[in-house]
Every structure is written in structure tokens, then in C-alpha cells.
């Protein structure tokens, strides 16, 4: 029989080892891909964000991202990830999932979805923008 306890301890050593992450180089970082991507509203509260699909072609599970934006003739922003979410529209979710470390990292060899919170109402004013991957961390993986 599992205990309330040693089940709290073990996700709290998980999320503990996902957070000591070491930082990427940049030959890494290049193996880091925006496959797809788009501003709109995210989340079952429509807040505006990024949604964003990475591909992670490093031998890292990837703990955390920080992207730049441009949005027009601007300066970039930086703007850091470490939360991998997503909320499929129109789908009500009833819990969280059962792994805590899922929503905190991008797995090797593996693309994932997710949203974040950012409002940029000068995209909506249909001003071109671009992004990409200037950093990132992650655990080595074996």
C-alpha cells in the first residue's frame, strides 16, 4: 500500500531533480525546433498568449526555454518557458495529471505543444512578429 507521505516526498524529489537543470550550448540550442506556432488566446480563461510546438532533437530532457520575440521594427524581448502546458480548447480538464515532473519538461527525440501567457496587443494589430530559441536548460539524459 503506497503512503500519503512517501508519495508527496517521491513527487517532491522528482520536480526537486527537473528544476536542477544545467544550461544548453548553443550547438544544442540548434537542435531545439519551433516546428509551428501562433498568438491568440490560450488557456480555458482566453488570456492572450504563444502557443508553440518544440521539437527536441537533443540528447537533453529540456527544463526550460527562453524565447525572443520581435514584434515589428522592436526590440526583442525575452521571454523564459519553464511550464510545457497545454489546455486543448474546448476540453474539460478535472485534474491535474498524475506526474507532476510532465507540464516541466520536453522529453529527448520528442515534440510537445504548450502554451504561455503573454499579452502583446500589438500583434493583434496585425504587425509582423517573429521568434526563436535563444537559450535553453536541461537534465542530461541517459
Request: charge should be neutral.
Amino acid at each position: 500500500m503506497q503512503g500519503a507521505t512517501s508519495d508527496v516526498a517521491a513527487k517532491s524529489i522528482k520536480v526537486a531533480c527537473i528544476r536542477s537543470s544545467v544550461t544548453l550550448t548553443d550547438e544544442d540550442i540548434k537542435h531545439l525546433k519551433v516546428s509551428s506556432g501562433f498568438y491568440g488566446t490560450v488557456g480555458m480563461t482566453h488570456t492572450p498568449g504563444f502557443t508553440a510546438e518544440v521539437k527536441n532533437e537533443t540528447g537533453f530532457i529540456v527544463t526550460e526555454i527562453t524565447f525572443s520575440i520581435t514584434i515589428g521594427d522592436g526590440p526583442a524581448e525575452m521571454y523564459r518557458v519553464d511550464n510545457f502546458n497545454y489546455q486543448e480548447p474546448g476540453v474539460i480538464y478535472t485534474g491535474l495529471n498524475p506526474d507532476p515532473t510532465y507540464d516541466l519538461r520536453i522529453d529527448p527525440l520528442k515534440s510537445k505543444q504548450f502554451q504561455f501567457s503573454l499579452d502583446r496587443p500589438e500583434i493583434d494589430k496585425k504587425k509582423k512578429w517573429g521568434w526563436s530559441i535563444v537559450s535553453a536548460k536541461g537534465i542530461v539524459s541517459n
